[in-house]
């Protein structure tokens, strides 16, 4: 079965899609653009989906449900945020289709055209904003602290499953505010929500940064973002969170009255991850044999592989197993058990190797006699044999190991594919030999940031938080910098 | 507070919407027919949708997510699909806005025509037997039990928050077998997950039963569907399971290969509730005072409201109430504290009857001298004084009693509003006078249906499962019947 990938050397970009496609987690679909999220994939993300929720809630944020469509002038009421949202985009013109009169199928009924077109959502600051409008009228109604978990859509012409589709499923955060502080806070507290995330669940290490102003979200005053190194040394923009100032609030007339009586437009934010994490996900710990994924997220985290030759070896196997996975499910640990009579062990063993099951317990006659089972991890291939007694306090350790392993595994790739540079000649020989986060003094112009990319295809990741602070000069126009900007090529 | 409400007597449309905006469950948008479902709402409706997640999950369905668009042609190949859903649906005809050449904001950009029209998903037929296709091989591919949670699209030119919107929530399961039996079982297992769900977890009494077949879903050999009664003696359609035969199998030609090697088409089921669950919830419990909510589906099940003068006064009370909740809590009771300092008690009360809360917990410094607390019940308005020391299984054994009347006092109401009648004059009577489910004899032809839902606007409901067989004739025809049918007007 592992044949069937495309290892990464060969073909990076292959090797991605066969993995999503073959681990049986998305599609491509009859719709252009449009996936399929297939049921393993879909499990893992409704595991990233309900942690998220907690973390959320756990921070004060309710969920909410705004409409799908979006009046088409609602754009243009934020002038930065139409240039960026209002272009490719799915527009509902028509409200009835009728049968064609020339008996072929349906057709749209000319006389159902809509007096202003709707947008399918691309994201819902517009909507939100004009609803929060009817909602604050003093500080009292602050703050508003409000997510949606949705579908969203933006015409991308060039897709790639999970990374860049169509219609993509997300969360949208859109938080209120009476002040500035209060909502740069916010902002800063989601995206560390993030960064905590994607480390503790993920398994993926993420730099926290801002984004130069070319590549904030349209409409913000500051995009913080996390940005996570795939395998093939690309930056990946994992989740960003927005602070939009008073844009949107002046763009929709939305004011409050202030503890002192005056009116004031309303402070916000917005924060959003997609199911571009799962593509995140599988390109930061998947080897050519499948899926690897962190236990944490995965759906089953220990499966269970009988090896047999007749119906009574079987049996005897069958009685081992079950109290074993008993006192797994009484850990928490999900398990599967999979006595399939159709296909070999080894067949199986490929099987789940592919999907990325962190933990395979096989058991046989011979481990019967001795009272072992054999154990291996996914992360590392290793096997071992256990004593029967003490599978369920193995499992409970590996467990904890496999997540702590792939998360350092990922850190130690950044590092060792993360490089300073101090001239423009070394920033192209590096992105162009080896890739990976390359950290250069910049002065801060986006004529430099535009020239950079024209040049060489890798944009501004970020200005990460936590950087060091250090006198240096732009690598280009040899102005002061206070501190390096991590540059990249990126999905 | 109370008084915002209109009374049920006096216009109970306008009472059903009062409550659904005031307790803060929904409203309307800017967008025509499309709904804000508001954070209480939508903390109800998670919680319905948690525990239908669960019993999807034990009765052995994986979600996945299927495409929001589907392609124009798809809809046309089944006959009777294509005539209930392709009609009144948003189309999508462009993929692109560009600035107006006269500057007044965005326009559709003529150059972005799409070749074949995509239609915003009414149900998901289409695009997942499409899908089907390409999973489906052999019998051991089956079954597939898949459930969507999703978003749908059907354009009402008359809307009502939660009962009938453009937009609406729902899920949408969708199986595929080997036997004609085994569709048919999951078509029945799964209106009986319903209808446990609708008496177990809403509290709300519904009556099984088989649609008639003008009354079927576009496309289904048959309908299994459960029918609630609302206050005004309304039916409501609260969920429907389909047995779809081979009807979607034939137009997207999904053949298996069986255990005899023969190829043969699959059989098929979906079914499906919505957030109009939410409005049925409204209309089953709810009083002139506002939500009245089961508390398995209150998002807080016990509020406390600290009575007090002083300063002082509110800290012993508070000291009092933060060991109850621990208490309450400890349990699995959701709680909350509302100390908000610029409202009264009385203004409280009448917000959490109004929210519908199932127990309010009240403590003052009498109470603190008596060691009691007042506990008032949100169904009967009954209040009683508790020791301290016994409210937490007080609470406990209280949600239960009041769960369980609410189921009581619904199902008594629909039994007092349920009659047998045997002529047509006495049937047009009863619903002209007094309304409810009116059991009549039918001879089961659709033009004994079409004529008396033409002359008393009455539908049939359904054929119940249970429904005695007996002799008898039709109300219209005279001719024989072996069992009656349920009309009623109905949302």
Same mark, same amino acid.
């Given at each position: 079965?592992?044949?069937?990938?495309?290892?990464?050397?060969?073909?990076?970009?292959?090797?991605?899609?066969?993995?999503?496609?073959?681990?049986?987690?998305?599609?491509?679909?009859?719709?252009?653009?449009?996936?399929?999220?297939?049921?393993?994939?879909?499990?893992? $993300?409704?595991?990233?989906?309900?942690?998220?929720?907690?973390?959320?809630?756990?921070?004060?944020?309710?969920?909410?449900?705004? +409409?799908?469509?979006?009046?088409?002038?609602?754009?243009?009421?934020?002038?930065?945020?139409?240039?960026?949202?209002?272009?490719?985009?799915?527009?509902?013109?028509?409200?009835?289709?009728?049968?064609?009169?020339?008996? #072929?199928?349906?057709?749209?009924?000319? @006389?159902?055209?809509?007096?202003?077109?709707?947008?399918?959502?691309?994201?819902?600051?517009?909507?939100?904003?004009? %609803?929060?409008?009817?909602?604050?009228?003093?500080?009292?109604?602050? +703050?508003?602290?409000?997510?949606?978990?949705?579908?969203?859509?933006?015409?991308?012409?060039?897709?790639?499953?999970?990374?860049?589709?169509?219609?993509?499923?997300?969360?949208?955060?859109?938080?209120?505010?009476?002040? #500035?502080?209060?909502?740069?806070?916010?902002?800063?507290?989601?995206?560390?929500?993030?960064?905590?995330?994607? =480390?503790?669940?993920?398994?993926?290490?993420?730099?926290?940064?801002?984004?130069?102003?070319?590549? =904030?979200?349209?409409?913000?005053?500051?995009?913080? %973002?996390?940005?996570?190194?795939?395998?093939?040394?690309?930056?990946?923009?994992?989740?960003?969170?927005?602070?939009?100032?008073?844009?949107?609030? #002046?763009?929709?007339?939305?004011?409050?009255?202030?503890?002192?009586?005056?009116?004031?437009?309303? $402070?916000?934010?917005?924060?959003?991850?997609?199911?571009?994490?799962?593509?995140?996900?599988?390109?930061?710990?998947?080897?050519?044999?499948?899926?690897?994924?962190?236990?944490?997220?995965?759906?089953?985290?220990?499966?269970?592989?009988?090896?047999?030759?007749?119906?009574?070896?079987?049996?005897?196997?069958?009685?081992?197993?079950?109290?074993?996975?008993?006192?797994?499910?009484?850990?928490?640990?999900?398990?599967?058990?999979?006595?399939?009579?159709?296909?070999?062990?080894?067949?199986?063993?490929?099987?789940?190797?592919?999907?990325?099951?962190?933990?395979?317990?096989?058991?046989?006659?011979?481990?019967?006699?001795?009272?072992?089972?054999?154990?291996?991890?996914?992360?590392?291939?290793?096997?071992?044999?256990?004593?029967?007694?003490?599978?369920?306090?193995?499992?409970? %350790?590996?467990? @904890?190991?496999?997540?702590?392993?792939?998360?350092?595994?990922?850190?130690?790739?950044?590092?060792?594919?993360?490089?300073?540079?101090?001239?423009?000649?070394?920033?192209?020989?590096?992105?162009?030999? #080896?890739?990976?986060?390359?950290?250069?003094?910049?002065?801060?112009?986006?004529?430099?940031?535009?020239?950079?990319?024209?040049?060489?295809?890798?944009?501004?990741?970020?200005?990460?938080? @936590?950087?060091?602070?250090?006198?240096?000069?732009?690598?280009?126009?040899?102005?002061?910098?206070?501190?390096?900007?991590?540059?990249?090529?990126?999905?």
């Amino acid at each position: 079965m592992a044949k069937e990938i495309t290892s990464r050397n060969e073909n990076y970009s292959q090797w991605y899609n066969d993995i999503v496609v073959k681990a049986g987690l998305a599609d491509y679909s009859a719709v252009r653009g449009c996936m399929v999220i297939k049921p393993y994939g879909y499990a893992i $993300w409704e595991k990233m989906r309900d942690q998220l929720d907690r973390m959320f809630k756990e921070t004060g944020h309710q969920n909410a449900y705004f +409409p799908l469509f979006i009046p088409k002038s609602f754009f243009s009421r934020e002038a930065d945020h139409v240039e960026g949202f209002a272009k490719e985009c799915a527009v509902v013109t028509h409200y009835r289709l009728k049968n064609d009169p020339n008996g #072929k199928g349906v057709v749209v009924d000319d @006389d159902a055209k809509l007096e202003e077109e709707l947008i399918v959502r691309p994201t819902s600051e517009t909507i939100i904003w004009n %609803t929060y409008k009817s909602w604050i009228q003093s500080y009292r109604d602050l +703050p508003i602290l409000i997510n949606q978990w949705a579908n969203v859509v933006r015409w991308e012409m060039r897709t790639r499953l999970f990374l860049r589709t169509a219609e993509f499923l997300w969360q949208e955060g859109h938080t209120a505010h009476e002040t #500035k502080k209060e909502a740069v806070e916010e902002a800063e507290r989601m995206i560390n929500v993030y960064a905590n995330f994607a =480390r503790e669940w993920m398994a993926m290490p993420v730099i926290i940064g801002r984004k130069s102003e070319a590549e =904030r979200f349209a409409g913000a005053i500051d995009t913080y %973002t996390i940005e996570a190194m795939m395998q093939d040394g690309k930056a990946l923009q994992a989740g960003t969170s927005h602070f939009l100032g008073q844009n949107f609030a #002046k763009a929709f007339d939305v004011k409050f009255l202030n503890k002192d009586s005056n009116l004031e437009y309303v $402070w916000a934010t917005s924060w959003g991850v997609s199911t571009r994490l799962m593509g995140a996900l599988v390109m930061t710990h998947s080897d050519d044999n499948g899926l690897v994924l962190p236990p944490k997220l995965a759906p089953v985290q220990v499966v269970f592989v009988p090896i047999y030759k007749s119906k009574e070896e079987l049996d005897k196997v069958s009685q081992v197993i079950a109290p074993l996975r008993e006192q797994l499910h009484a850990r928490g640990i999900s398990t599967k058990y999979d006595d399939r009579d159709n296909y070999k062990p080894g067949f199986k063993f490929a099987e789940y190797e592919m999907k990325g099951v962190p933990v395979r317990v096989a058991v046989g006659p011979k481990d019967i006699e001795k009272g072992t089972v054999e154990v291996a991890r996914r992360d590392t291939l290793q096997k071992q044999f256990v004593p029967q007694n003490q599978l369920a306090e193995t499992v409970v %350790t590996l467990l @904890d190991e496999i997540q702590e392993n792939l998360y350092n595994r990922a850190l130690d790739y950044r590092k060792a594919n993360t490089v300073k540079v101090d001239t423009y000649e070394e920033l192209k020989k590096v992105l162009s030999e #080896k890739g990976g986060f390359v950290l250069a003094h910049w002065d801060g112009t986006a004529e430099t940031e535009a020239l950079i990319k024209e040049e060489t295809k890798a944009t501004i990741r970020c200005i990460p938080l @936590d950087g060091e602070v250090e006198e240096g000069k732009c690598i280009i126009t040899g102005k002061p910098s206070k501190q390096r900007a991590i540059f990249a090529l990126a999905y």
